[in-house]
């Protein structure tokens, strides 16, 4: 069974900043879809980013990238210049290419400095 | 498109009574899932359906929770009874089928608190 790990439960940025969440996940297969998922204090899940595991060039969407190393099983995402805003919990996620369920981290609160 | 419709929002009751939990998913979405989220265990997926039918039920915690679809954009989970253990945020997401532009898209949730 796949499954997708987030090692850090909470992190700060100060505004403006750049700040990396983690994210490994193990799974036996070669084709897969990787997501980024944010969920702010008004529990909307919004979909940040997502990466085609076959595709070796990283996801870009305006101020959040991902780096994919898929040897390493790692997808971490980065924000850029970050924002009051972007404060709020980050999930990570993983889904077969047809299988469309979702496999979910356990999160990461992410805290903005003004 | 609105986006996916849960509702209500929130809902307060009652140990033992019944609960109805309702969603709207996108038109012309083909999956729809029940989500839930807990402190102690996070987003777990308890059902999904594909075109109305229920594919993959083993994540419903035990027989006092049902889910139906009777038609594609109309879907209900009922928990009967409720205990106080049941108390979370459901969430309702649905997605097209295939490999391109499958990505879910989520409600805002029905935060159910059971006293």
């Known amino acids: 069974a796949q499954t997708v790990t987030q090692s850090q439960p909470e992190m700060s940025v100060q505004e403006a900043e750049t700040v990396t969440l983690s994210c490994t996940y193990d799974?036996?297969?070669?084709?897969?879809?990787l997501f980024w998922y944010k969920q702010p204090p008004s529990r909307q899940m919004i979909l940040v980013i997502r990466?085609?595991?076959?595709?070796?060039q990283n996801a870009t969407e305006n101020r959040f990238s991902v780096n994919f190393q898929k040897a390493a099983k790692s997808f971490s995402l980065k924000i850029s210049d970050s924002q009051l805003g972007d404060a709020a919990m980050y999930f990570c996620?993983?889904?077969?290419?047809?299988?469309?369920?979702?496999?979910f981290g356990a999160g990461t609160i992410l805290r903005v400095k003004s | 498109d609105a986006g996916v419709i849960q509702s209500p929002r929130h809902e307060v009751t009652e140990m033992g009574q019944e609960v109805t939990l309702r969603c709207k998913p996108i038109s012309g979405h083909d999956y729809l899932f029940w989500y839930r989220q807990t402190m102690m265990r996070g987003l777990e997926l308890l059902i999904y359906?594909?075109?109305?039918?229920?594919?993959?039920d083993s994540g419903m915690p035990e027989d006092r929770f049902s889910a139906k679809m009777p038609n594609a954009s109309f879907s209900t989970l009922k928990i009967q009874p409720s205990e106080p253990r049941d108390s979370a945020v459901y969430f309702c997401?649905?997605?097209?089928?295939?490999?391109?532009?499958?990505?879910?898209?989520f409600g805002q949730g029905t935060r159910l608190t059971v006293v």
């Open positions: 996620a993983y889904r077969r290419v047809y299988g469309n369920k979702l496999v």
């Open positions: 359906f594909n075109n109305n039918v229920p594919i993959d």
């Open positions: 990466q085609e595991a076959y595709k070796q």
């Open positions: 997401a649905s997605s097209r089928v295939g490999r391109w532009n499958t990505e879910a898209f």
């Open positions: 799974t036996s297969e070669s084709d897969y879809y």
